[in-house]
């Protein structure tokens, strides 16, 4: 076709030359279309071969038949000779064998049978065929073993594309192989399970553009060898189980693009003098690895780095100035470090670009720099587990954040910061825990605008006052956090406009009153289908919980939680409590509730847990509790219940200590056991309040491991 273009660069020529393309391309068409070619025989006997190694055909057979030309096949491509060159079959259902039969097909130059259900693993005759230029097998279910290719396969292979990725392929990645691979551009393994090392010899091929080893169990090293592309723009393997450190030879590799080596267990200095000569860097990625020292100061010279990932590693040093010369940086995420000094060192008003800063967890001191509240473009910043103090600066309403965390900093001066806040019209995730310590919550009535607010967590701050009237505002609020502050007074009747709100955790406070009925009505927690209509709140970061070892990327995945533990609450706990089906734990432990347990509490059937002890609880247990069969911790001690625990159900299941301090209480576990007659005299078991509670939590740990038991002791800390 090139042989067309007559013309050099007079534009009526080229319009003339483009028409000429175009018409030997309609050409091209009717002749395939109508070609007089068929194909043999033999190629049809290859493909029926194909089609008979498959259990399940997704319809293909009804096309496939021997006594018609195969080129008009479904999937299958013919050139203008009739001969085949491409089989595609991707998302067509396929079950079965994939046959080595299809290598047969000597003139195939694609064949992609991605996203199909395969078994068995994939026939080596296609990686090594002499002809097949792309081979497309990913999100196939393949398993098995993709072995070495035979040592008579000397000459070079045309493979250009292999694309095995997602498949469940183990064993040792093949290491030799790739010596006869001279032409490959890409080759994505990742999502398996393949063991081995960084096969050394994948740079043989000059050409090698994208090598995607990530989500494997590769370990080993990251060979020198890999320097020898110089083609090479994006390497990704990440998620396995690397060793070693980055060699000063894999920075020759001066093409790259993207660098990505996440959750690996490298080690190692990052050196300045390496990473500087990958000047085509756009994406840096080394999150999740044990790489210490500083930050290097020539990053700043990496002028078209985007994303810069070192969270969760050991660095430490200061942020090096330098790093406002990236001003082409949209992530900055450095997160569980050790990196300290003064965040004003970084002009951040030159990085126009950046969209998320995540500075969790360091040795970040100073106040915030104003410079951040010139980046117009920031949704995402997080800045708590720092030492940043200082009043929040009216510039940051300028700001179009979705996400701000400032948790456990000494931030001062609550009042000014929501009046601040208050211009915040996106935001969805707002974390201010253990900040403002002592403070008085904000009453202003005018806070009003946070209308896409979906978490917010205020706890752990000592804050004092009621529950404020804007928070009745908060039609999309799904968690509620304030646990131990200094809150007091009742919880008022308007907790029933918070129509999305299903976690609720007021415990350690000193509200009082009654538990309001209108509680029992927030539509979230009473409705079925819940998990249907709820937008499952997706976090611009992701919020950690407990020892930072758990993380949530959407709100929707935390439990469905009412906890009003350790506070004054008094009266009865309504029977209504039975509309909120959608709960998984309940906490009304330490308060001054009396009355029955409500019977009702037996239609919250995904409850997991449920804590009512330490409050003046009197009755029998409802029988129907037994039928609670996902609880799994329960405990009721230190209330003055009566009657036989229920017997056969779930509550038998519980150890005495989920029922101690309950004298007129009786039952088998328990060390007054029921008689017959129902006349003994009543037996006071001796029990110390507060060891109650520890076995309560041992009990507790006993079910859900020992992680779990930790997150209990340490008040379900969230933290974002
Ligand atoms: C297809 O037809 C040819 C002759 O028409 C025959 O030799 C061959 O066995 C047939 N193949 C199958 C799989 O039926
Ligand atoms: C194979 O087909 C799938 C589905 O149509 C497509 O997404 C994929 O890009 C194709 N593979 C290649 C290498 O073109
Ligand atoms: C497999 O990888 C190739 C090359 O990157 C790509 O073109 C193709 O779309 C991928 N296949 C699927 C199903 O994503
Ligand atoms: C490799 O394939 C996976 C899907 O299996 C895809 O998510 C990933 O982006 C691909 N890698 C590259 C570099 O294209
Ligand atoms: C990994 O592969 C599985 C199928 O084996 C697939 O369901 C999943 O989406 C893949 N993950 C990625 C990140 O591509
Ligand atoms: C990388 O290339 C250099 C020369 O281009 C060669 O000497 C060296 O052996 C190669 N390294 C590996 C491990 O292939
Ligand atoms: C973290 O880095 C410091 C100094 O940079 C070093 O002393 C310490 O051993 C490192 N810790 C780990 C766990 O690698
Ligand atoms: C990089 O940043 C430093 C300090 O911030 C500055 O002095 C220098 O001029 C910048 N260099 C370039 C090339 O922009
Ligand atoms: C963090 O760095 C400081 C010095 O800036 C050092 O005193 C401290 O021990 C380091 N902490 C950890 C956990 O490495
Ligand atoms: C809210 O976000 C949208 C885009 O998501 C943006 O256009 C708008 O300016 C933002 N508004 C405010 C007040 O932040
Ligand atoms: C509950 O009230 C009593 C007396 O009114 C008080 O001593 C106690 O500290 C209060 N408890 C809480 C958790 O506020
Ligand atoms: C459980 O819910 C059903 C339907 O909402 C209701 O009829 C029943 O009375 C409730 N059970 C109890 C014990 O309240």
Not at 224 to 234: D, E
Not at 486 to 509: E, K, V
Request: net charge neutral; proline share 5%; charged share 15%.
């Amino acid at each position: 076709m090139h042989s067309t273009r007559t013309s050099r660069d007079e534009v009526p020529m080229h319009f003339f030359s483009i028409a000429l393309i175009v018409l030997q391309l309609i050409l091209l068409q009717i002749f395939s279309a109508s070609s007089a070619h068929s194909c043999t025989v033999q190629e049809k006997h290859y493909l029926l071969q194909f089609l008979d190694g498959l259990s399940q055909d997704g319809g293909l057979a009804t096309s496939w038949r021997n006594g018609t030309d195969c080129c008009k096949w479904e999937g299958v491509t013919c050139n203008r000779g009739g001969v085949i060159i491409e089989v595609s079959l991707a998302s067509r259902g396929l079950e079965g064998c994939i046959s080595p039969y299809l290598a047969g097909l000597t003139s195939l130059l694609r064949v992609n049978l991605s996203h199909n259900s395969f078994s068995g693993g994939l026939p080596l005759e296609l990686v090594y065929s002499s002809s097949i230029i792309v081979l497309d097998v990913s999100f196939s279910r393949l398993n098995g073993v993709l072995h070495e290719l035979p040592s008579s396969v000397t000459s070079a292979r045309p493979l250009q594309v292999l694309n095995i990725s997602s498949n469940q392929l183990t064993a040792e990645f093949p290491s030799s192989t790739w010596n006869v691979m001279r032409n490959l551009v890409v080759l994505n393994a990742s999502n398996n399970s393949f063991t081995g090392c960084i096969p050394p010899s994948l740079c043989l091929s000059p050409s090698l553009a994208i090598l995607d080893l990530c989500y494997n169990q590769l370990s080993g090293s990251v060979p020198a060898a890999l320097g020898n592309c110089s083609n090479l723009k994006v390497l990704k393997v990440g998620n396995n189980k690397l060793s070693g450190t980055l060699l000063a030879e894999l920075f020759h590799a001066t093409s790259l693009e993207h660098l990505s080596f996440p959750n690996d267990g490298l080690q190692g200095e990052l050196d300045g003098e390496n990473i500087v000569k990958l000047s085509n860097l756009v994406t840096l990625d080394l999150g999740g690895n044990k790489f210490s020292g500083k930050i290097p100061g020539t990053i700043g010279q990496l002028k078209r780095l985007e994303e810069l990932y070192l969270g969760s590693n050991n660095m430490s040093g200061e942020l090096p100035s330098t790093l406002s010369n990236c001003t082409n940086l949209i992530i900055i995420d450095l997160m569980i470090n050790n990196i300290s000094g003064d965040l004003g060192r970084v002009n951040f008003s030159t990085l126009h670009s950046l969209k998320h800063l995540d500075l969790m967890r360091n040795n970040f001191s100073g106040m915030v720099p104003e410079s951040i509240y010139s980046c117009r473009n920031l949704i995402a910043l997080r800045l708590s587990l720092n030492h940043v103090h200082g009043e929040i600066s009216p510039r940051i309403g300028n700001l179009h954040l979705s996400y701000l965390s400032l948790a456990r900093n000494p931030f001062t001066n609550i009042m000014k910061a929501f009046h601040v806040f208050k211009s915040f019209r996106n935001i969805t995730t707002l974390i201010l825990a253990q900040n403002f310590m002592n403070e008085a919550m904000p009453q202003d009535e005018t806070i009003y605008s946070f209308q896409n607010l979906q978490y917010i967590n205020m706890a752990d701050s000592s804050l004092t006052g009621n529950l404020p009237v804007w928070l009745s505002k908060l039609r999309n609020l799904k968690i509620l956090r304030l646990s131990n502050n200094r809150l007091s007074g009742p919880m008022p009747a308007w907790i029933n406009c918070l129509n999305s709100l299903f976690y609720l955790d007021l415990s350690n406070n000193s509200f009082t009153g009654k538990i309001p009925i209108t509680l029992m009505e927030i539509s979230v927690l009473t409705s079925d289908k819940t998990s249907t209509y709820l937008d499952p709140g997706h976090l611009e970061l992701p919020v950690f919980r407990g020892n930072l070892s758990r993380q949530y990327h959407v709100l929707t995945a935390f439990p469905k939680f009412l906890n009003l533990s350790t506070n004054n609450f008094t009266g009865v706990i309504p029977p209504e409590v039975g509309q909120l089906k959608v709960l998984s734990q309940v906490d009304f432990s330490c308060n001054r509730l009396y009355g029955d347990i409500p019977p009702s509490i037996c239609n919250l059937t995904k409850l997991e847990v449920l804590d009512l002890s330490d409050n003046y609880l009197t009755g029998e247990i409802p029988a129907t509790l037994g039928n609670l069969y996902f609880l799994s911790a329960f405990n009721i001690s230190n209330n003055d219940l009566e009657g036989p625990v229920p017997t056969g159900g779930q509550l038998s299941t519980f150890p005495q200590s989920s029922f101690d301090g309950n004298p007129k209480l009786c039952g088998a576990m328990l060390i007054h056991h029921c008689s017959s007659v129902g006349t003994d005299p009543v037996c006071v078991i001796s029990t110390k309040q507060h060891s109650n509670r520890i076995i309560f939590f041992i009990a507790y740990g006993l079910f859900f491991g020992v992680g779990v038991l930790y997150d209990r002791l340490v008040f379900y800390r969230y933290f974002g």
